[in-house]
């Protein structure tokens, strides 16, 4: 009965042990004041969380149809991720299509600016952060795959480095799918807004050395051949990245097996900026 005893006593004390010093995962509240509305994001801290350190921000944003949790839910080693590599984990919620910029047709959808300023400004004010861009990388899949582009390309001074995975990098092939068009005005209409909204038109604004890229798509997906010619693009102008192309589709199991790469991508990117 004594080495019963013991031996639960023993579990019970690993148990604990693990529960105090894993990443701890906090489902947060945030304001955007540009939406007036409240937004709800997921918070992943490290275990190794102290009020007299300061930690790098990986901030990971969702597809068409997905949510704040979605990351989470579907790819739980990015926790311990968090405690692997000592980095803070946000994971966005970017609404149901709303491709992570400010719709000029709908004043109730300006992800762009909740993201890249009001969410950013909510962390930093509410965890010990590295407050700069060598501190912040951005990523995410499907129609977070473009966010992550877009908005560290529009936002320099607040994103070093961005992540794509299965990204819709170019949405100009797909002008009625996704919502876009409820976003953007229909592509007959409203050709201007999808052609400088849309990322594969956007390198030009890349400053030179400023932003660490890398890019990934399976080789069956439907959005591979834009994120080839996004590749293709990038070589021609010069612009450093790192592009990863392997068989795969447009799901969870390949972004599963993506984020890892990522993950040890945006590593390498914090310990080299600090």
């Known amino acids: 009965m004594n080495l019963i005893r013991r031996y639960f006593l023993s579990l019970s004390l690993l148990l604990f042990i693990h529960a105090a010093f894993a990443a701890k995962v906090d489902t947060v509240k945030t304001f955007s004041t540009a939406m007036n509305k409240t937004i709800k994001a997921v918070v992943i801290r490290p275990d190794s969380y102290a009020k007299n350190k300061v930690y790098p921000v990986f901030y990971l944003l969702h597809g068409y149809g997905g ?12 926790i311990q991720a968090s405690d692997t590599y000592q980095m803070i984990i ?11 910029f400010d ?3 709908d004043s109730k959808w300006k992800y762009e600016t909740y993201v890249s300023k009001e969410l950013v400004f909510w962390v930093d004010g509410n965890y010990h952060t590295i407050k700069s861009p060598a501190g912040r990388a951005i990523a995410g899949y499907s129609m977070g795959g473009h966010g992550a582009l877009y908005l560290a390309i529009r936002h320099q001074d607040v994103f070093g480095a961005a992540g794509s995975l299965s990204g819709g990098v170019d949405f100009r092939p797909f002008p009625k799918n996704w919502e876009i068009a409820r976003r953007l005005g229909a592509y007959a209409d409203y050709p201007e807004n999808w052609e400088k909204n849309t990322v594969v ?4 604004q890349i400053n030179p050395g400023a932003l660490a890229l890398i890019i990934d798509c399976g080789t069956e997906d439907f ?17 450093p990245h790192d592009y990863i192309s392997r068989p795969g589709a447009h799901n969870w199991p390949y972004w599963g097996n993506s984020i890892d790469f990522q993950m040890l991508y945006m590593n390498k990117f914090f310990h080299r900026t600090q």
């Open 67 to 78: 949510n704040y949790a979605s990351w989470v839910n579907s790819v739980p080693q990015i």
């Open 90 to 100: 946000v994971c966005a919620d970017g609404g149901i299509g709303s491709w992570y």
């Open 103 to 105: 719709s000029p047709l």
């Open 201 to 204: 038109n956007m390198l030009h």
């Open 223 to 239: 959005f591979y051949q834009v994120n080839k010619e996004l590749h293709d693009n990038l070589l021609e102008l010069r612009i």
